[in-house]
């Protein structure tokens, strides 16, 4: 079973600081996945990360695939409210042929005024 | 449409009793994805159908859970006899198709609590 571990698991913040989650696993994942997710919503794709040690940019948000593609990141720069929600990271196996996804454990972030 | 659709959107059931959870694909999409996510976890796989077969169904927690696709394009997720470990929110999703890197779009869910 391939298991996604996110850190941390609640990140409370004011407006304006920085921030890094973790995304982490023993498993090499073919490529992978962050959602943003709101309350009574579904995930919303923020990213796909494909290639060992790619870093992607999205205004204030980087995120960075590992080299060895087990582990990713979330760096959100400068966070404003409406950055709050529920980050998650998924991974895509390397085998099969269905690109299920194995969701990480989730951190919830609040950023307040 | 434009969007995943899921309907309905809150479902409360008596133990014991069956619910069909309706899921409307974006148009097109080959791929269709049921999910469940537990109250503050991530969602976990369920079952997956490309156009209306049911390719992979190794996530469905028991003999219980049934997902259908006839015609290729609206699912039907079916649980019987629901039990209180049933409550969760479903999550369907579908993309253009099953291979990587494509995206893929998630529908609002349906919110199940079984008393």
């Known amino acids: 079973t391939q298991l996604l571990e996110q850190s941390p698991q609640f990140l409370s913040i004011q407006e304006g600081e920085n921030l890094t989650v973790y995304c982490n696993s023993s498993s090499v994942f073919s490529s992978l996945q962050w959602y943003r997710q709101e309350p009574g919503e579904g995930p919303v794709l923020l990213v796909t990360v494909v290639t060992g040690g790619e870093v992607k940019k999205l205004k204030r948000l980087t995120f960075q695939f590992g080299d060895a593609r087990k582990d990713s990141s979330l760096h959100i720069t400068a966070a404003q409210p409406g950055d709050t929600g529920l980050y998650l990271c998924?991974?895509?196996?390397?085998?099969?042929?269905?690109?299920?996804?194995?969701f990480g454990t989730g951190t919830r972030l609040q950023v307040t005024l | 449409g434009a969007g995943v659709s899921q309907s309905p959107r809150y479902k409360v059931a008596k133990r014991g009793q069956d619910v069909a959870l309706r899921c409307d694909p974006i148009s097109g999409h080959v791929s269709l994805f049921w999910y469940q996510q537990a109250l503050g976890q991530g969602p976990e796989f369920l079952t997956y159908f490309q156009n209306e077969a049911q390719l992979d169904k190794s996530g469905l927690p028991s003999d219980r859970f049934f997902a259908e696709r006839p015609e290729g394009s609206v699912s039907t997720l079916k649980i019987q006899r629901t039990q209180q470990e049933d409550s969760a929110v479903y999550l369907c999703a579908s993309s253009l198709a099953g291979w990587r890197p494509y995206g893929y779009t998630f529908g609002s869910g349906t919110r199940l609590t079984v008393v």
């Open positions: 998924a991974g895509i196996g390397n085998t099969g042929t269905a690109s299920k996804l194995t």
